[in-house]
């Protein structure tokens, strides 16, 4: 059953003003206007185009500044940086409306978990949170209003989550046209080193080699939709990329063994001339692909859910 919505926030925080956050702050302003923004970003170039952008209404220079009488905070920044930040907000505790609520949209959810556990005076005014959602575009200008629209948005709460923290975060998901999952941070980890993880990392790798190879320039001129959709997130954001990838490190280095057997598999049968697994393997991957897809377009605009 559906808890009741709470109330616009009266005053919001959201620290980090790239992408996710601009984007969040411009969904939020259009979802709820009377609410105040305040945003942050450690260079303060972003935090005024935030502000002129509309995604913010005030941009400030320190946290401490905009977490003042914030009764929704949102950690936006690159997941390493969330430890450093959730401090901040815990030095800062006194100056938060009494019943503030904290998340974050960081892309891996149990070190997030354990260090709001560790740092927030009341670790029960937490739930972590990770939207599905995001572009091969980075920063403030590449930022959408749109963004969110349709995502999962993963909530992670801890067993001490208060539950009106928990209705909170989901109302934020919901207000931002997502849809809350609600899911064990591991769990979540677990899954995502798969579907999100490794094909950063694959992608990644495989426009690094192209590129560094002396054929690229004439490679260049034929790529097109092969090389467009297999290495997109590969042109994202570096340093989000590479916090994702350490702090999710063992998860996604138990996916890359995987992938390279896999990929030592497919290399074996074109050295052997061996056609029919080769054959086999391509159908199997393309049955899979094609059945993601089928699934995809049933569970989209499904409900609201708890895994």
């Known amino acids: ?53 509309g995604a913010v209404d005030r941009a400030y220079a320190s946290v401490a500044e905009a977490l003042r009488g914030a009764s929704l905070v949102i950690i936006a920044a690159p997941t390493l940086a969330a430890e450093g930040l959730l401090a901040e907000i815990g030095a800062q505790w006194g100056t938060l409306a009494p019943d503030a609520a904290i998340t974050d949209i960081c892309s891996v959810k149990r070190p997030v978990v354990e260090w709001a556990r560790a740092l927030l005076p009341q670790p029960a005014r937490f739930a972590g949170g ?9 920063g403030i200008d590449a ?12 909530i992670t709460p801890a067993p001490e989550t208060a539950p009106d923290t928990l209705t909170r975060v989901e109302s934020l998901a919901r207000v931002v046209g997502a849809h809350p ?24 790798a495989l426009a690094h080699a192209l590129a560094e190879d002396p054929s690229w320039p ?47 598999g497919l290399r074996a049968a074109v050295a052997s001339g061996d056609g029919a697994a080769l054959e086999a393997l391509l159908r199997a991957a393309s049955d899979a692909r094609r059945a993601w897809t089928a699934n995809r377009e049933r569970a989209d605009g499904s409900a609201d859910g708890v895994l």
């Open 181 to 204: 999952l609600v899911m064990d941070a591991t769990a979540h980890d677990e899954a995502a080193a798969g579907a999100s993880h490794l094909p950063l990392a694959v992608a990644a």
């Open 130 to 138: 990770h939207p599905m959602a995001g572009s091969e575009r980075a």
């Open 1 to 53: 059953m559906e808890r009741d919505a709470p109330d616009a926030p009266e005053r919001i925080s959201v620290l980090g003003l790239g992408l996710m956050g601009g984007s969040l702050g411009l969904a939020l302003k259009r979802a709820w206007p009377e609410s105040v923004i305040a945003g942050y970003d450690p260079a303060t170039s972003v935090a005024e185009r935030a502000r002129t952008r």
């Open 218 to 264: 004439l490679v260049a001129t034929l790529a097109a939709g092969g090389y467009r959709d297999t290495t997109r997130i590969a042109a994202g954001d570096p340093i989000m990329g590479r916090d994702i990838l350490l702090a999710n490190r063992e998860r996604v280095l138990a996916r890359l063994d995987a992938f390279t057997v896999a990929l030592e």
């Open 143 to 154: 930022a959408d209003a749109s963004l969110y629209a349709g995502a999962r948005w993963v």
